[in-house]
T-cell receptor
Framework: KAGVTQTPRYLIKTRGQQVTLSCSPI?????VSWYQQTPGQGLQFLFE???????NKGNFPGRFSGRQFSNSRSEMNVSTLELGDSALYLC??????????????FGPGTRLTVT | DQQVKQNSPSLSVQEGRISILNCDYT??????FLWYKKYPAEGPTFLIS?????DKNEDGRFTVFLNKSAKHLSLHIVPSQPGDSAVYFC????????????????FGQGTILTVHP
């Protein structure tokens, strides 16, 4: 099976702009989680989608949003970008639908740089 | 409030010897633990996991030990190989809860493992 794919891999944006990142999970996986990785905060959970519904959200401002499509592909959007949003954004998919996370399989990430 | 802690930022080991990576957690609701390996410019790769009903799980060269009373887990790699050089993350979750546990792994800060030939 193909792994989790994320596009684009690298992105440079200016403060105040918005950005959309895309994630295609492993075939058959319906749970998609998003994480932000920064040197100072490490890997932080953003949100999780399952069957097109956001089931869980981390402690991030409302500028961070996402959605999931019927084919389980997911997008996340960051509006009004700030310098502190520069990070590696990771998407992970899981075959499990109930309870906590179990094993998650990560994509290569999108490196976002805000200038 | 860091609920999962990896107190050693780095570890250096000779090829062929044992690598022991440690992780502590504070949230007693965590009941499932995972280890991931990460190379630069790549996403984390799942290595091994353990449920809180067990105290040991093995997969090839990798063994994870869980001490629930101490809220401590460790990953043993035997024998260590230069290709094991990477950042290792410990993660935890509650698989028996819904709501705020759905899809959420809580990660430690990572330990950089360097295996010298």
């Amino acid at each position: 099976k193909a792994g989790v794919t994320q596009t684009p891999r690298y992105l440079i944006k200016t403060r105040g702009q918005q950005v959309t990142l895309s994630c295609s999970p492993i075939s058959g996986h319906r749970s998609v989680s998003w994480y932000q990785q920064t040197p100072g905060q490490g890997l932080q959970f953003l949100f999780e989608y399952f069957s097109e519904t956001q089931r869980n959200k981390g402690n991030f401002p409302g500028r961070f949003s996402g959605r999931q499509f019927s084919n389980s592909r997911s997008e996340m959007n960051v509006s009004t970008l700030e310098l502190g949003d520069s990070a590696l954004y990771l998407c992970a998919s899981s075959p499990r639908g109930s309870g906590g996370a179990y094993e998650q399989y990560f994509g290569p990430g999108t490196r976002l740089t805000v200038t | 409030d860091q609920q999962v802690k990896q107190n050693s930022p780095s570890l250096s080991v000779q090829e062929g010897r044992i690598s022991i990576l440690n992780c502590d957690y504070t949230n007693s609701m965590f009941d499932y633990f995972l280890w991931y390996k990460k190379y630069p410019a790549e996403g984390p790769t799942f290595l091994i996991s353990i449920s809180s009903i067990k105290d040991k799980n093995e997969d090839g060269r990798f063994t994870v030990f869980l001490n629930k009373s101490a809220k401590h887990l460790s990953l043993h790699i035997v024998p260590s190989q230069p290709g094991d050089s990477a950042v290792y993350f410990c993660a935890a979750t509650n698989i028996n809860a819904g709501g705020t546990s759905y899809g959420k792994l809580t990660f430690g800060q990572g330990t950089i493992l360097t295996v010298h030939p």
